[in-house]
């Protein structure tokens, strides 16, 4: 059943529907509803007005930077899942809903994974992710004295450990659906991830560096405030235009992407069972499949579909975050009202 993997992944981690038994998809959709509706109530609980903004052109880069593939050692290629710098950033819950809305519309409007399985796609890469992410990172920070180089070390190992961990949890899942040995899938996905998370975590470590150096506000106010010694106003037309900008110029590189296969396509390559039938990876609702315009061929169709995405993404985002703010103000309107 090997060969099934080859043509079911077309991005890292990206499972399609067919690879996962019936009860591990259930499963992990019972498990990736409750924690997203977990999320929501504690999101609901810390969310400030910087996050509400920040919260969609985070989804917006998420999306845009996981477009570009970056080689790594042996013809193989890897990207970015995000989760750990948007817990970073954003905190815990509110990086699981920023991530559930990128692998949400991944498999929705690109047909980048399955639907049935898409409860697992979310956990592992958004939930599962973010969570790791955020324990992890705050955990080495008060280790480190939160000092600047203390920031650049956490935020690259908990990137780091996030990509290993969502590969082994995604190797034990197609083990236990019966699609592939657990002696073949675990060591090749996690030998090759353990790669392609040395450039997720270079890819964090730089994102953090330039959030400290040039808007530490966007940081969390304790962490930001305390590294750098300063805080500036920022507005929300400033966090959108910014985000709108690094999303948009992420986009129009996707052409440049690596095209060498992801990293377990790449294994199963070398397995020699890369030519093998299978079933298709695409998801029968895309409408913009492969990240790409219909009757539109070339680069420019995947910058012009790249760039649908991220306006989406930002809107979804932004939109999430604005009903959980006017939830609680109404709801804390309602109790001053009980008790006045």
Not at 149 to 164: Q, R
Request: with cysteine.
């Amino acid at each position: 059943m090997l060969d099934v993997l080859v043509r079911s992944l077309v991005l890292a981690l990206h499972i399609s529907d067919g690879l996962l038994s019936t009860s591990i998809s259930a499963l992990f959709w019972i498990l990736t509803v409750a924690c997203v509706a977990w999320a929501v109530q504690r999101t609901n609980r810390a969310l400030d007005d910087r996050q509400v903004p920040l919260m969609g052109v985070m989804a917006a880069c998420i999306f845009a930077a996981q477009m570009l593939n970056f080689p790594i050692a042996g013809g193989t290629s890897g990207h970015l899942l995000g989760g750990a710098l948007a817990a970073i950033v954003l905190g815990p819950w509110a990086g699981v809903l920023v991530m559930t809305c990128v692998v949400a519309l991944q498999a929705l409007l690109f047909q980048d994974g399955g639907i049935v399985v898409m409860g697992a796609n979310i956990f592992n890469m958004g939930v599962l992710t973010a969570l790791s992410g955020s324990a992890i990172f705050y955990g080495l920070i008060r280790l480190t004295g939160r000092q600047s180089w203390g920031l650049m070390v956490s935020g690259f190992i908990a990137a780091w450990v996030t990509v290993v961990l969502s590969a082994a949890l995604t190797s034990a899942q197609l083990a236990a659906s019966g699609t592939a040995s657990a002696t073949v899938v675990f060591p090749a996905m996690i030998g090759v991830h353990m790669l392609i998370g040395i450039g997720e975590g270079l890819i964090t470590t730089a994102a953090l560096s330039f959030l400290l150096a040039t808007r530490p506000d966007l940081l969390p106010a304790w962490l930001g405030n305390e590294l750098s010694g300063k805080s500036r106003p920022i507005s929300t037309r400033q966090i959108l235009g910014t985000g709108l900008v690094i999303a948009v110029l992420l986009a129009l590189l996707s052409p440049f992407a690596s095209s060498a296969p992801d990293g377990l396509e790449s294994v199963l390559e070398r397995l020699g069972v890369a030519g093998s039938s299978g079933p298709t990876a695409t998801s029968p609702v895309g409408v913009l499949p492969d990240y790409t315009i219909p009757g539109l061929e070339g680069g420019l169709s995947t910058i012009l579909a790249g760039l649908v995405g991220v306006l989406i993404v930002v809107a979804i985002g932004y939109s999430i975050a604005m009903l959980i703010r006017r939830r609680r103000s109404v709801a804390r309107d309602t109790k001053s009202m009980t008790t006045s």
